[in-house]
């Protein structure tokens, strides 16, 4: 038998749990604050508690790779475990990895974050199409087959992304526009949400791009980076039942206590829901 799809279970996530996806992001001041040392033992405690309190409720969480790379082997050690009992406790996990590379570099990309055998597989991950959307390819079809989800780089919460994203291609759409038709193209006919999404900040006020890509929209930029729930029709639209909205900082400034980290995802899951349903 086929895996069920990314969408498929993405959409039931959501309906059940909630659409927020709170970031796991252990940068060094984050464990300062939690007074945690900056150190494996830090980076490992801080990540059991996020996962011990949120894996059982919320719809998505995403480990930031970056932060346990820069640990080595031993910081994998922990991203491996973490992802591991979330998907356990009934969490979907996606790797915010940003991966981007072309032929057998892409394949072994896909390989670490999106085969069932590997240490890492994940829900799903996050990859940048700016050496060209076909370069994703292997990733692609590795998540097929597994029912794996991948996330496109479209339209970032970043400043600078603007240069490159909002420039315009041969046939007049910005290259953002043209990495989302490639997405609703390969959504096309998938019910109930296809399992290619796209990143779309929060903060850009109007998008400025057709986003119904016929599937999910993560989108960072809620809390630090100064959007809010109430900002979310405005930016995504008729697409906002689709939206994922991503926070780290204004769920994990509440650790290290475990009620004050669910307590603020479930406010927020709240809020989303309000502002959705108000669109």
């Not at 929209?217 to 994922?244: E, K, M, Y």
Request: proline content about 6%; hydrophobic content about 45%; aromatic content about 4%.
């Amino acid at each position: 038998m086929s895996p069920e799809p990314f969408g498929a279970r993405l959409r039931h996530a959501m309906d059940t749990r909630g659409p927020l996806c709170v970031g796991i992001d252990p940068h060094a001041s984050l464990l300062t604050a939690w007074g945690l040392n900056d150190d494996v033992a830090g980076l490992e405690r801080f990540t059991r508690t996020v996962v011990e309190a949120l894996a059982d409720r919320v719809a998505v969480l995403k480990p930031q790779s970056a932060f346990f790379e820069r640990f080595g082997s031993r910081g994998i050690a922990v991203l491996e475990k973490a992802v591991q009992e979330a998907r356990a406790a009934g969490a979907l996990v996606l790797m915010d990895a940003k991966r981007g590379d072309i032929g057998s570099t892409m394949g072994a990309y896909a390989a670490t974050y999106l085969e069932k055998d590997s240490p890492l597989f994940s829900d799903a991950v996050t990859v940048s199409p700016y050496l060209g959307f076909g370069s994703l390819r292997p990733a692609l079809d590795a998540a097929v087959l597994s029912g794996a989800g991948v996330f496109v780089l479209a339209l970032t919460s970043n400043p600078e992304g603007a240069e490159v994203q909002r420039a315009t291609a041969a046939d007049g759409r910005s290259l953002a526009q043209l990495m989302l038709d490639h997405m609703a193209a390969e959504n096309e006919g998938m019910t109930p949400l296809g399992s290619v999404g796209a990143v779309v900040g929060a903060t850009l006020g109007d998008a400025g791009a057709n986003l119904a890509i016929n599937g999910p929209l993560l989108a960072p930029g809620i809390g630090a980076q100064g959007a809010t729930p109430a900002d979310l029709p405005g930016v995504f639209g008729s697409s906002v039942g689709n939206v994922v909205p991503s926070v780290s900082r204004g769920v994990l400034s509440q650790g290290p206590d475990v009620a004050g980290l669910r307590e603020a995802a479930e406010r927020l899951t709240d809020e989303i829901r309000a502002a959705v349903a108000g669109s």
